[in-house]
Structure formats: C-alpha cells, structure tokens
C-alpha cells in the first residue's frame, strides 16, 4: 500500500454535474487514516453521488480521488479490495440464500482467496449476527436482516477502509445500538470508516471527524472539537438592573447583546471571563440571579451552516 | 491464457448457480420440452392422416419415425418460442443486476466491467445451450415412446442409422445455439441501456421480430443475407447426406460479425456508463 498519504480518503476540488446542475461541486474532502469520520448532511445534498464516486460507480465531471493512495478510477481494481462498501442500501439476489450471496459477491473479485472464502462467509455473517439465518433465501430477510448481511458482504475481507452509507437505515433501536457498536470496534482494529448519515447523533456517537455537506458543497470538516469550537459561545445573564448590565458588558467588550425579559444573551470568545464579568456587576451593584457561559454545539453549529430543513435527530 | 483471465472461473460458477436455481429458468426449460410433447400428442392422438408435405415440414414424416419429433418442434419453436426465452435471459443480463441493485456491488467487489459483461454473456449462452438440447431430448423421448423408431430416411433420400440420427440432432442443437449468438450480443446491449429488466427483454424480442419480417419482404431482399435470422431454419441442411455446409459457415460467419459489433458496444456503454442504481 502506498504509504506516503496520511489520507484514506482525499479528493480535489471533486465536481459532478448531472444536466447541467452541480450535484457536488468541488468537494476537497480529507479523511486521516484510522479516523471514523462522520459525512453528514440533509438527504439529496449529494452525499451518496459523492460515494459512487470515490468508488468509481459513477465518473467525476471534475477533480481527483485519491483512495487508500490510489487514483480512482484508474487504480479502482488495486484498491477496492480494500475498501468495503454499503452503498445506498443493500442489494442481493432475493432466490439465493445469505450465505450464496456472500460467496456471489466474493467470487467477483478474481483475486480473492478462494480457500478461505466459505470461511470468510462465515465469520462475516456471524460478526452481524446472521449465523442463524445464513441459509434464509435474502427475499425473505427483514429490512434489518438486509441491512445487516449489506455490513456482512462489506466485511468479508481484511479492510483497511469502509465506506458505509446510511449503515443504520431501517434497523430498530436495538439493531442501530449493535451496528454502532460494530463500528467502533472496527474503528479499534484501525480500519479507517467513512460514514454517511443524516443523522446528527449518529455521528456525535461514534465519529471523530466529520465533514459537513449541503446543496453538493462541503461546508466544514475537520475532528469534532474543531467543529464544535466553530460555534458561538454565548454569556448568559439574569439580572435586576439591564441599562447598568449592558453597561458593564460593553465595558467588558461585550456587543450585539440581545434581551428578552429579564435575560441578556451575547456571543463572546470562547474563554471568556465569566468570573472577572460577574465581579465587575456585582461592583456595579448589579444584582445577578444568574450566569452561565453556552458553549457551543455540534447542533448548533450544523443547523447555522445547513439552515432550514435540516434533518436533526435529538 | 486471455480466456481464462477474461472470466474467471468462480464467478462464470455463480453465474451458472445463478441461472439455474431460478425457478424462471426451470419453467422456460419446462416450457420449451411441451412444445415437442404437444407436437407428438396432437399427431398422435389426430386419427387423420397427413398427406406428404402438409402441415408444417417434416411433420407427416414423425408417424413414421418418432425422431423427426424434435427435428419438426424446432422447426416450430425457431421463429417465436425460441427467442422469446432468449430474450428474457438476455436482456435481464445488466439490467437485472442494475435493477435489483447487485450490479453496484459486483463492480466495487471489485470485477471489470469487461469481465462482468463476458461472464453475463457466457450465462446466457449456457441457457440457450440448455434450451435446444432441452427440446431435442424430449423430442427424442416422447418420439420414441408415441411412434416407431428406427433408420431415419434424410432429405436426401439418403437413409441412416439411429446412432447417427442422434449425432445429427446434437448438431442441430449446436447449430441453433450458434444462430441465437448474435441475438444473445444484441441483448447484451440492449441490457446496458435500461435498469428495468421487463424492458430490455421486449426490447430484445422486437429485435427478432422485425429481422424475421424484414427477412420476408423482398422489397428488403438486399440486407437479407445481413439479418441474424436469415439462417436460422436452415439447420434443415444437417438433415442430408452429405451436410450441406455453405449457408452454415455464412452463418457463423454472421454470427460473429453480431457478437463482434453488439459485444463491443455493450462495452463501450457499460463502460462509460454511471452506475446510479
């Protein structure tokens, strides 16, 4: 494997049109190596397009992808062994069973081990759990069962890399809590794992990047306490006196403050000093009932940069 | 060996496992034995008796000798039956993968498209092999069981022995699946173009149809000799002595000039092509 990217995932300035509309436009995104990195926003912002094309489903209008160190598409059959992939939902032959399924999908790849394939079946349908229903006809698995024996064929082989989209649609609480979990004990063996979702939790759970994404255009990336210091921090008081409060606060550099009854809320730097804002009232003889700094929050943040109709799950 | 790399055994395998644990594949098969089993029931079971040459051709010749059976249901299954099967496995080649969402993770497996596309190819050819043995077999049998069996008298007036009569009714099934090659590429293509399956296996059966009209209109004599379905009754010519070769060998001749051209444009469009399904 080339070794001289930190990346598992890079692309440049990465731009598909679909008639004549961007459906992602210059997307420059960069995934570290052993990261579970969060790809989040509203469904059709272009998320799973871009996916097809870091897997060289569909070709880039414009840009580079660099996979694992690879160019794609041109070195796709060098790195998708490496990569598994849940694209867009499951999808499998509905007359064979789970386990023919797996040996279908395995087989396509002509430099995969053919000694150890049933093997490797196997304890990929065991680690989802689907051992018991290994010989079930995949048309009469549950949407769950779907999606699980999806996660099964992403893990039939040693992945340096998972690109999973949407990995816990259709599965109930219970299913989501153990796909998670799946996840970041992959993310310990070091598999580097791309995750898609529109679902904010998902990704405060378990990621520890995240890029943010709306209308095709990359709004922010980077770990989630960079992300999270993207946001306003905001004092906020509750006091007797507001005229003298404001005065104090505008003494202490404090503007833009906004009132709504007997709370006064302003956006400071992120180490504000509260203590040094409360003595300074107190001086004024100005009578506090409260104060508190918000620090700010990933929801916050997100919903500042995708705005309206923006799917947040709290 | 190219062959070799160009498939790659494992998934020719699954393909084959593929094909035949449908149950769709098994009722076609099942289908394509009624015809010869109709035939024979109807002639058997009619107490008229055929003048020579009346009725479809060959068939005042199966009371007398129970292998024509087959012989004579090919005859009948050629222009319609045949390529209605065909084309059902053929055109649900790409588009049935594309439709049911598997071509996606075929193709980050990863297999080539190349690859993908001549194991697809290979799939349908071992159908359509099936297919004609299929009905040729049960034309034996059930001929065998209603009518007498013995040396088979040739269009030649030649007469040979029942060993031999079998030899010529391999050779016609082989012949048969030689003239569906070309149609088999153009399914292939047409299997690129769509993700709804239903679609490109009509696509495909208008193909042969409008060949197969065209083929009867004189006005269009001069691409006759150019249409996948001219020669595909001639495998009446295996039935003398000698075997009359010549319109044979401009039949795979045909043939591969179709595989040729639709096979190279079902890879150029599958090529380029977006998979967004």
């Not at chain 1, 649609?169 to 580097?192: F, M």
């Amino acid at each position: 494997m080339p070794t001289g990217s930190p990346w598992a995932i890079e692309t440049r300035d990465l731009t598909k049109t679909f008639a004549g509309h961007d459906a992602v436009s210059e997307l420059s995104l960069q995934v570290p190596r052993g990261s579970v990195f969060g790809f989040l926003g509203p469904n059709g912002c272009g998320k799973t397009t871009t996916i097809r094309m870091l897997l060289g489903l569909a070709e880039a209008t414009a840009g580079e992808i660099t996979l694992l160190g690879y160019q794609i598409p041109k070195e796709r059959e060098i790195a998708l062994p490496r990569v598994g992939a849940l694209v867009e939902g499951p999808a499998f032959y509905p007359y064979l069973s789970g386990r023919a399924n797996l040996l279908r999908m395995d087989s396509a790849d002509r430099h995969s081990d053919v000694a150890t394939r049933k093997s490797r079946a196997d304890s990929a349908l065991e680690r989802v759990g689907l051992t018991n229903a290994a010989e079930k006809k995949a048309g009469q698995y549950s949407l769950g069962m779907k999606q699980r024996l999806g996660l099964a064929n992403a893990l039939l082989k040693p992945r340096d890399l998972l690109i999973l989209d949407e990995p816990t649609n259709g599965l109930d609480p219970q299913g989501t809590r153990e796909v998670r979990n799946l996840i970041r004990q992959l993310a310990s063996e070091g598999i580097t794992i791309f995750l898609s979702s529109h679902l904010l939790v998902e990704i405060e759970q378990v990621c520890s990047h995240a890029a943010v994404m709306n209308a095709g255009k990359l709004l922010a990336q980077g770990s989630l306490p960079q992300l999270r210091a993207q946001g306003a921090t905001r004092v906020v008081l509750q006091v007797d006196d507001i005229p003298r409060a404001r005065e104090v606060l505008a003494r202490a550099g404090v503007v833009d403050v906004v009132e709504s009854g007997a709370t006064l809320r302003a956006e400071v730097p992120h180490d504000f000093d509260t203590p040094a804002l409360t003595a300074a009232l107190v001086g004024k003889k100005v009578g506090v009932t409260e104060i508190r700094l918000e620090r700010p929050s990933l929801e916050d943040y997100f919903v500042e940069l995708t705005g309206e109709g923006f799917d947040v799950v709290r | 060996m190219l062959f070799a790399k160009a498939v790659s055994l494992s998934l020719m395998l699954t393909e084959l496992q593929i094909m035949f644990t449908r149950r769709r594949t098994w009722a076609m098969l099942a289908a394509i034995a009624m015809i010869p089993i109709v035939l024979a029931l109807a002639v058997a079971l009619s107490s008229e008796r055929l003048a020579p040459g009346e009725g479809p051709p060959f068939l005042d010749r199966v009371t007398q000798n129970g292998l024509f059976t087959g012989f004579t249901a090919m005859l009948l299954a050629m222009p319609l039956f045949l390529p209605l099967t065909i084309s059902v496995v053929s055109g649900d080649t790409i588009a049935g993968e594309a439709g049911q969402g598997t071509l996606r993770y075929l193709l980050i497996a990863p297999v080539s498209r190349f690859r993908l596309l001549v194991v697809k190819y290979l799939g349908t050819l071992a159908f359509t092999i099936a297919g004609a043995f299929t009905l040729m077999i049960a034309g034996a049998l059930i001929g065998a069981i209603l009518f007498p069996v013995g040396p088979v008298t040739l269009l030649s007036g030649d007469v040979i022995s029942v060993g031999e009569a079998f030899w010529r009714m391999a050779l016609v099934a082989s012949y048969t699946t030689v003239s569906m090659t070309g149609m088999l590429a153009i399914g292939l293509f047409i299997s690129t173009l769509t993700t709804i399956p239903v679609g490109a296996m009509t696509g495909v059966l208008i193909t042969s149809g409008v060949s197969q009209i065209l083929d009867n209109l004189p006005q269009f004599e001069a691409i006759h000799d150019w249409l996948f379905t001219h020669y595909w009754l001639d495998f009446a010519d295996i039935l003398r002595q000698p075997i009359e070769l010549s319109s044979m060998g401009s039949n795979v001749l045909l043939q591969l000039g179709y595989v040729v051209v639709f096979g190279s444009l079902a890879y150029g469009r599958l090529a380029s092509k977006d998979i967004l399904s």
